[in-house]
């Protein structure tokens, strides 16, 4: 896959739960991306009909279009609640349906909710998914605490915070296509200097 221009940055959210803490974070990591210069999509897994996965039923329900969201993106967000220490079973399963054909040599962001204060160990899960599916995750991950405290119906209370997702949407876009970024950095290394 070669970046497009625009870079096409897409958000998996993995909450299914109508007033989502994690939608509304999503959003404001896409506002950012779009403002960015990104083409935009949330992705949201609620309007997508995915039984859980078989692996002898690989086209089950709406896995082609998930699929062929995914696979056309320059960089994807994956966004979850913290459930019990990990990222949700929509999230879980959406991701078995997916693979390295979707995700190999692709820009990932990570971003984690949780009602308590210490969200980091679905993060932690996601980047090691990420990492055997072969994806470039952003060093950058974001961790939002006391959820119900900081994300209000509409967007971000915390400015910390919300400074923080803006820059995950940012770095997705600065990052997307980084498949290219070898032969970017020989270019680069080949041109002409003023010093020349």
């Given at each position: 896959?070669?970046?497009?221009?625009?870079?096409?940055v897409v958000a998996v959210c993995g909450s299914l739960r109508d007033a989502s803490k994690t939608r509304v974070a999503l959003g404001v990591a896409l506002d950012a991306a779009d403002d960015a210069g990104a083409d935009t999509e949330l992705l949201d897994l609620r309007e997508?009909?995915?039984?859980?996965?078989?692996?002898?039923?690989?086209?089950?329900?709406?896995?082609?279009?998930?699929?062929?969201?995914?696979?056309?993106?320059?960089?994807?967000?994956?966004?979850?609640?913290?459930?019990?220490?990990?990222?949700?079973a929509p999230l879980k399963n959406a991701l078995d349906y997916l693979g390295r054909d979707e995700f190999e040599e692709t820009t990932v962001g990570l971003l984690e909710v949780a009602g308590g204060d210490f969200p980091r160990s679905a993060l932690m899960h996601l980047r090691t998914v990420s990492r055997t599916l072969n994806a470039w995750t952003l060093p950058l991950e974001v961790?939002?605490?006391?959820?119900?405290?900081?994300?209000?119906?509409?967007?971000?209370?915390?400015?910390?915070?919300?400074?923080?997702?803006?820059?995950?949407?940012?770095?997705?876009?600065?990052?997307?296509?980084?498949?290219?970024y070898p032969e970017r950095a020989v270019a680069q290394e080949c041109a002409p200097t003023d010093d020349d």
């Open positions: 896959m070669h970046r497009r221009d625009p870079p096409r997508y009909d995915l039984p859980v996965f078989d692996p002898d039923e690989r086209e089950a329900g709406d896995a082609p279009a998930l699929l062929a969201a995914v696979d056309a993106a320059d960089a994807v967000l994956l966004g979850t609640p913290n459930y019990h220490g990990s990222y949700s961790g939002i605490p006391a959820a119900y405290d900081t994300v209000g119906d509409d967007g971000i209370e915390d400015p910390d915070v919300e400074a923080r997702v803006r820059k995950l949407g940012r770095q997705l876009v600065e990052y997307a296509g980084v498949e290219r």
